[in-house]
């Protein structure tokens, strides 16, 4: 009889990164400010691999797709919290909040495949040159990225899935700047411990593979930057590969604590955070750490100015 008078919740207040109003107006300009770079570098980048036949290989492919992926988690979140800097009414529906939550994950664990794909490709690249269009084919690169995504909708759509068990009537507030799945688990009024245990068997899951590809891969990178003879080989190489492995760690490493282990994780405002790290600056960060520093992404990007 008591759960028969319990109003069930249909709609959502994110309640963003601070309620000082004063605070509202310089935050919108600096978070339109980054996702105006984020998504000129990234869908820029997506573009002119497009359009340069030049950059039709292995790792360019590969680049663009992660450039993909970026541009969808920035989109997936940022909007809507720019939109709630301007706004007194932060109300997100019960489906919106899904979908919010559908996109930004499919594009996260796509990710997570993309950079373990990229290790590969670094290591096939560098440990085998001779054997390099035999093991990173093009064809082999596709058939990757497409499988990244497959696996990041498939991914997505069980614990998106696994959501519509649950019910919300203790509260609408959310304390975050998006519809995150774990603040939901704290106001649901249904038992989420079945959600919580699939999202850590997954995330443990993905997270051992792709790291352990990725690890691997530099590894026998790391040995066989070490054989190089030449000095300036051996530094242009392992600047590449160095920072392709700051960006790693600090995606995979942010995930990691969010969803592996929940139970440990840090404070909620420590968790906001986190979550700022790996869906508004990493994608800001990406262009400039795998393509703009490239003296063939450059050249092609000239050439199409000049044209």
Known sequence: MMEENVTLVTEFVLMGLTDLPELQIPLFLLFLVIYIITMIGNIGLVVLVWM??????????????????????????????LVNFLIKNKIISLLECMAQYYFFGVSATAECFLLAAMAYDRYAAICNPLLYPVRMSNRLCKQLVIASYTLG????TIHVGLLFRLTFCRTNIIHHF???????????CTDPSLNSLVIIIFSVSIQSFTL??????????????LRIKSAQGRSKTFSTCSAHLFSVSLFSGTLLIMYAFPGSGPANNQDIMYSLFYTVIIPLLNPFIYSLRNKEVLGALRKIIKK
């Open 178 to 188: 998006y519809c995150e799945i774990l603040p939901l688990f704290r106001i649901s």
């Open 153 to 156: 909708l498939l991914h997505l």
């Open 52 to 81: 340069d036949s030049h950059l039709h290989t292995p790792m360019y492919i590969l680049l663009s797709s992660l450039a993909f992926a970026d541009a969808l988690t920035s989109s997936s979140v940022t909007p809507k919290m």
């Open 212 to 225: 352990m590809t990725i690890l691997v891969s530099y590894t026998y990178v790391l040995l066989a930057i």
